[in-house]
């Protein structure tokens, strides 16, 4: 029985010849969208601007195909994703992870119907989009979050995770072919997990006579407001800022001198350093901006949101820097607020961030950062009103972070101020000089063009580590005998980033052929001086790249059958998280063994789990 029959829908209408050809690619082109704002999502946050277009075409895209089909049932398969048969994801297509990601979840089955409403589509890409293999272990799955959502015109039948039966084999919910149980939605075949998830919707649904009721169809309902709310307060988006009271209402801009006044006191607290709330002096410049309008006040202004940027930077507060200077990026945009006419001013004022005063230090409260993960997102904002007059600025802020993730952000905007021109990049990476080499780079580990191969293997060899780790990083894209003989080489070099980076090359491609080289460094002296970040990444390419060909040296390593030279306390949790990474039937018996043979492995096993 499909899920259509089971949510008491007629199945949808056959179509035909060259309308199921224009439905396929129609169809392929909203997912395409999706997966894409969810991969822009990962790199650089919500508020980057290509992950706020690519949710827009989706979800344009979606309401467009739901009003036009009236109905549509797409299946989902360890393959892909098909309507009527017909592949809209494959192994073929971009996108296809998104399916991919899906299934493994449990998801087999997604109906939409005419009347869908743009924060529904909103709603479901969001979840749909979510990195999985990040969750810990009390995050809510994709049926739980499913079952919160209120999705009227959208339902999706997730199969029972926890099953004995493997996802894989297309099975799911008590024996029903993967596609959700019968009856009255307490089956024998049921996990207790599912069993607690029905009685929780019956719950739910006991004082509501036209609740839909769980018939093994987990049909999920979002509360809109928790969410909209949630992600208001997370990422203010840049483009909000045009539908803001303040904009809307000319009333309620300052014309009062004496207000103005005080608007430039607390201006002058900013540069004073005083602790204020970054999203309330955000809003407040904004008010100051718009009331000022004179280009000289203008520019200072800027400057001055630039210098508390950095010292929220320096306070290890890289989203309040970013949500300092984002809603005065607004004015920025002359189809948002076309009457603003110091626009330049402003955009110098915030350029000072990557000018010669500033640079240095605005460089080195990137670098303290402990967490320069959670900067990328902000510095991107941070670094959009530059223009392609501040690319020399750019390729120094790229030289003098430490940060190769950071680095990468600087240079895929100064990408973007050269309007991606493959030439014009190899040249620049021809012409650098020294460390100035990493932003060009950098900018080249984005394009697949041929003729980068040469530009970045010339780089390998390079004196500057912080170069050699780039170039590595910008043949990425890229497979020849001469780069994997580089990259082997590579996890000799004296720099541990750069050694980090080879291993992951090899983790992207991974050729077992390569394992005994792997196996050879991995036992030899210099490895005793590794850091433990270096160490787990050498285990876990190790496992990746072997798979089941790796167990064996694993197996040894934690039965202590074999030792690896200096003192590394955390050991056991590392080679626990590689054998698990191996994805293989051996690596589970290991680990079933290891913990016999080793008692003590069983308690650091749950801790891992616990954490995810």
């Known amino acids: 029985m499909s899920v259509a029959e089971r949510a008491g829908r007629a199945s949808p209408p056959k179509r035909v010849g060259k309308e199921r050809a224009k439905i396929r690619v129609a169809l392929r082109e909203v997912f395409v969208n999706l997966a894409k704002y969810g991969r822009v999502r990962r790199l650089y946050g919500e508020d980057h601007q290509s992950a706020r277009r690519f949710m827009e075409l989706f979800t344009q895209g979606l309401l467009t195909q739901a009003e036009e089909l009236g109905f549509m049932q797409l299946e989902l398969s360890p393959s892909g994703m098909t309507l009527e048969g017909d592949d809209i994801l494959n192994h073929g297509n971009f996108g296809v992870e998104l399916a991919e990601s899906l299934f493994a979840e449990g998801v087999r089955a997604l109906v939409i119907e005419r009347g869908l409403t743009r924060e529904e589509a909103e709603r479901f890409g969001l979840i749909a989009c979510m990195d999985w293999t990040r969750r810990a272990a009390l995050d809510d799955e994709l049926a739980t979050m499913v079952w919160r959502a209120e999705l009227e015109h959208i339902h999706l039948e997730v199969a029972d995770r926890f099953s004995s039966v493997s996802d894989g084999d297309g099975e799911g ?19 207790s997990a599912l069993q607690a998830l029905k009685a929780l919707a019956e719950e739910l649904a006991a004082g509501d006579d036209a609740a839909p009721k769980t018939d093994g169809l987990v049909r999920m309902r979002q509360e809109e407001a928790n969410l909209l709310t949630r992600l208001r307060r997370e990422l203010v988006e840049v483009a909000d800022a045009g539908t803001e009271e303040l904009l809307d209402d000319a009333e309620a801009l300052p014309e009062d001198p004496r207000l103005l006044k005080e608007l430039q006191a607390e201006v002058q607290r900013i540069n004073q350093g005083q602790d204020l709330d970054a999203e309330e002096l955000g809003n407040l410049c904004l008010e100051l901006l718009w009331a000022e309008r004179r280009s000289e006040q203008v520019e200072e202004i800027g400057r001055a949101l630039a210098t508390q940027a950095i010292g929220l930077l320096m306070a290890a507060d890289p989203v309040g820097a970013a949500a300092l200077v984002r809603r005065s990026l607004a004015l920025l945009d002359g189809d948002v607020l076309p009457e603003f006419t110091a626009r330049e001013a402003l955009r110098r004022g915030l350029a000072e961030l990557v000018q010669d005063k500033s640079r240095e230090s605005f460089a080195y409260a990137l670098n303290q950062l402990a967490e320069p993960g959670r900067a990328k997102g902000p510095l991107f904002t941070l670094l959009s009103p530059l223009e392609p007059q501040h690319r020399p600025q750019l390729e120094q802020l790229c030289a003098a972070l430490d940060d190769a993730e950071l680095a990468q952000v600087a240079a895929d905007v100064n990408l973007g101020l050269m309007d991606y021109d493959e030439k014009a990049v190899l040249t620049a990476v021809e012409k650098a000089e020294g460390v100035r080499a990493v932003g060009p780079l950098l900018a080249l580990s984005r394009l697949k063009a041929p003729q980068a191969i040469g530009a970045c293997m010339a780089r390998v060899r390079d004196p500057e580590p912080r170069v050699r780790e780039a170039a590595l990083r910008a043949l990425r894209p890229h497979q020849s005998p001469g780069i994997k003989q580089a990259v082997l080489d590579s996890l000799g070099d004296a720099a541990p980033r750069v050694r980090q980076e080879a291993l992951r090359y090899l983790a992207i491609y991974r050729d077992p052929t390569q394992l005994p080289t792997m196996e050879a460094h991995l036992l030899s002296a210099e490895l005793g001086r590794v850091e433990e970040a270096e160490l787990r990444g050498w285990l876990l390419a190790f496992a990746m790249v072997g798979r089941g060909q790796a167990v064996p040296l694993l197996r040894k390593l934690i039965l202590k059958e074999v030792s ?14 590689a054998l698990k990474r191996t994805q293989s039937d051996g690596g589970k018996r290991v680990l079933t063994e290891a913990i016999r043979a080793r008692p003590e492995l069983e308690a650091v096993s749950q801790s891992l789990s616990k954490e995810g």
């Open 173 to 191: 919910l008590g024996g029903d072919g993967g596609r959700g149980g019968g009856g009255d939605g307490g089956g024998a075949g049921d996990s």
């Open 564 to 577: 690896l030279a200096g003192d590394h306390p955390n050991l056991d949790g590392l080679l626990i998280t």
